[in-house]
Antibody, heavy 123, light 107 residues
Framework: EVQLVESGGVVVQPGGSLRLSCVAS????????MHWVRQAPGKSLEWVSL????????FYADSVKGRFTLSRDNSKDSLYLQMNSLRTEDTALYYC????????????????WGQGTLVTVSS | DIQMTQSPSTLSASVGDRVTITCRAS??????LAWYQQKPGKAPKLLIY???TLQSGVPSRFSGSGSGTEFILTISSLQPDDFATYYC?????????FGQGTKVEIK
């Protein structure tokens, strides 16, 4: 059974930093592109970032580019999202998400989701 | 970024009804469109991708159609478990974007 378990969400002040983690199980982690998708309270979904299976390439939404950094440790089946210069608009539930497609290039379709970790940016 | 617009925002329907949700893209995305279902307090669940390909394990009452800029999600006979919010999502570009959601409520 595929499982994605996120952690690290807390209340942080504007301008602060945070690192989210995601531990994967139930599939061959190093074979898949992985993503983070977030959802502000009562709002729709927003794709945040992706990392290719070997960690060689990362892509970010314009809203987080230059502030967030995505990395992975395939030896630990883990994904990390370093979030700096946090803003109130970053407040959201952050989901760790698996890409549906095996191989070097993800498809951008999300077949498994974690339960999310809540980040609240507030003074 | 490609903008995705869903209609309606809210839909009231009864069990057994045929339900359709429309999603429009601000530019052509070929068939690079997925649909998700989300229930309160839960993560989204993939229903359909490539506009019309049913994800494994999803009931056949769900179907998708369309290409280019206009897409439709159809539920042929609404079941109690289907009351939820539905999102479309394009994956034509690296900056994947979602629609604003359509909430299907009990009439």
């Amino acid at each position: 059974e595929v499982q994605l378990v996120e952690s690290g969400g807390v209340v942080v002040q504007p301008g602060g930093s945070l690192r989210l983690s995601c531990v994967a199980s139930g599939f061959t982690f190093h074979d898949y592109t992985m993503h983070w998708v977030r959802q502000a309270p009562g709002k729709s979904l927003e794709w945040v970032s992706l990392i290719t299976r070997d960690g060689g390439r990362t892509f970010y939404a314009d809203s987080v580019k230059g502030r967030f950094t995505l990395s992975r440790d395939n030896s630990k089946d883990s994904l990390y999202l370093q979030m700096n210069s946090l803003r109130t608009e970053d407040t959201a539930l952050y989901y760790c998400v698996k890409d549906i497609r095996l191989g070097d290039r993800g498809l951008g379709v999300f077949d498994y989701w974690g339960q999310g970790t809540l980040v609240t940016v507030s003074s | 970024d490609i903008q995705m617009t869903q209609s309606p925002s809210t839909l009231s329907a009864s069990v057994g009804d045929r339900v359709t949700i429309t999603c429009r893209a601000s530019q052509s995305i070929s068939s690079w469109l997925a649909w998700y279902q989300q229930k309160p307090g839960k993560a989204p669940k993939l229903l359909i991708y490539k506009a019309s390909t049913l994800q494994s394990g999803v009931p056949s009452r769900f179907s998708g159609s369309g290409s280019g800029t206009e897409f439709i999600l159809t539920i042929s006979s609404l079941q109690p478990d289907d009351f939820a919010t539905y999102y479309c999502q394009q994956y034509n570009s690296y900056s994947r974007t979602f629609g604003q959601g359509t909430k299907v409520e009990i009439k």
